[in-house]
């Protein structure tokens, strides 16, 4: 968020539907949101008039909303004509990890959907958009990277049965005996861009 006032040439506005989520990172160089007009507000039914916005910029925003597609609607009812929406959202569906005894890909969805999550977001994206009239262009964040020990941390926080906790066990104990060199994961980021005509 810092980066995106500083970067601005017109006012930041920051909106979440919960304020303590607003100040949480206020002394945090990385999300800090000095400088932006903090707005509590939930995302299908925004505060503000049609057509004001020229940039919306949301990661891991959709794959939270019962709805996504009211909120893309809400986006592209404030955004100027020739302004753009976008988005980051993970697929979990297209995640690739090595070796098999660490791929928890499947936990993640089942444990994803528990939550409420839609782990298939990225997928859906282009339909969603082009179903509110924002002309989507889609790229895929390539990166990969040797398991990330942090994301058993992750999945320790979602609801797990105690067959999922197990193989979860399991799989960190094995991620930790693997090397850099050993282990892979990739999940595919779907990036999109949505221009409202």
Not at 140 to 166: I, K, V, W, Y
Not at 169 to 195: K, M, W
Request: hydrophobic share 40%; aromatic share 6%.
């Amino acid at each position: 968020m810092g980066e995106l006032v500083r970067r601005s040439r017109g006012p930041v506005v920051a909106i979440d539907k919960r304020k303590e989520a607003l100040s949480a990172y206020a002394n945090s160089e990385e999300t800090s949101f000095d400088g932006a007009l903090r707005v509590v507000a939930d995302g299908e039914t925004l505060p503000f008039p049609d057509g004001i916005f020229s940039l919306v910029h949301g990661q891991l925003v959709l794959m939270w909303q019962p709805r996504p597609e009211d909120l893309v609607a809400e986006i592209a009812r404030v955004l100027e004509p020739g302004g753009v929406c976008i988005s980051i959202e993970p697929d979990y569906g297209g995640m690739m990890e090595w070796p098999p005894g660490v791929a928890l890909r499947g936990i993640w969805i089942e444990a994803l959907n528990r939550v409420g999550a839609d782990p298939l977001i990225g997928r859906k994206l282009p339909a969603i958009f082009a179903g509110e009239g924002l002309q989507a262009k889609v790229d895929l964040l390539g990166a990969t990277s040797a398991s990330d020990p942090d994301r058993f941390e992750l999945l320790d926080g979602l609801p797990l049965t105690s067959e999922e906790r197990a193989i979860v066990d399991n799989a960190r104990e094995e991620d930790s005996s693997c090397s850099n060199e050993q282990s892979f994961i990739h999940l595919p980021y779907v990036f999109i861009t949505g221009t409202r005509l």
